[in-house]
């Protein structure tokens, strides 16, 4: 009897190991990302035990192999079970690049058009979504080294360039030039090539418009207060 239960944990023992050492091999640039990309990330063992963003990549990557040989419901089985456990939904149609890291995870949407650069980093309840029911491409692009922060919506076939920040909360719904940060809802961007941005000057991209509401009776209260 002793000796079963040695034996079932040593198999176990053997199979977490395994498991450990796969991850290692095949998802270390990843991992070494994690730890590039969060300041509290102590250690090597700690991001590939502890860390969900990793390991929805893992299931994302053993999915997406599926789909792409048209084993749809497999696929999506191990997707939704990733879900489960992490808390994170990336669907198996998506195709993500190279050292791809989610910080924190819950409440991460990747739509099924998506398509993500490499050295991407998204934060907890960012959706790259669709705005609709049309069936094709209906999720964003994003490009390399994109950042997108905390709850921020990318939403519809648009792209966002390469080195852009799209910041917390941020709702954008139109395409992003490289290297710009982006605010608001809807989203604006607010510096460009590292140079602030004059909103007023900016034609390109539509204005907040409840900002630019309370931005006029600012104005007008201004010009009452002087008379
Ligand atoms: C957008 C962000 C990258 C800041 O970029 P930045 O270029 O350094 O911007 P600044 O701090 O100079 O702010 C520029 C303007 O945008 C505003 N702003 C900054 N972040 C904003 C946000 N998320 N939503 C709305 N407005 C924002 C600032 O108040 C400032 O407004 P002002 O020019 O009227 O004063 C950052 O604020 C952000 O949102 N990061 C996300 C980080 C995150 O999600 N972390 C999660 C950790 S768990």
Redesign the pocket.
């Known amino acids: 009897m002793l000796d079963n239960i040695v034996n079932i944990l040593l198999i176990l023992l053997g199979v977490v190991l395994t498991k450990l050492l796969f991850i290692s091999i095949f998802f270390y640039s990843d991992i070494r990302a994690a730890q590039k990309r969060d300041p509290a990330a102590k250690s090597f063992m700690e991001v590939i035990l502890l860390y969900p963003g990793l390991h929805a990549l893992v299931y994302y990557r053993i999915a997406h192999a599926l789909y792409a040989v048209h084993l749809f419901f497999l696929a999506r089985f191990i997707s939704q079970a990733g879900r489960f456990f992490t808390g994170i939904e990336i669907h198996p149609g998506a195709k993500i690049g190279k050292r791809f890291f989610i910080?924190?995870g819950l409440g991460v949407v990747v739509g099924e058009t998506a398509i993500v650069g490499d050295d991407v980093l998204l934060?907890?309840g960012t959706t790259l979504g669709g705005t609709g029911i049309i069936k094709g491409k209906r999720h964003p692009t994003l490009g390399n080294n994109v950042v997108v922060?905390?709850g921020a919506k990318v939403l519809g076939n648009i792209t966002i360039g390469d080195n852009s920040?799209i910041?917390?909360?941020?709702v954008v719904i139109k395409d992003v030039p490289p290297n710009s940060?982006v605010?608001?809802v809807p989203g604006r961007v607010?510096?460009q090539d590292g140079k602030?941005m004059d909103v007023a000057l900016d034609h390109v991209h539509t204005l907040d418009p409840i900002k630019q509401s309370i931005d006029e009776l600012e104005e007008r209260i201004k010009n009452l207060e002087k008379k």
């Open positions: 910080d924190h934060y907890q922060g905390a920040y910041g917390a909360n941020a940060t605010v608001g607010t510096k602030k």
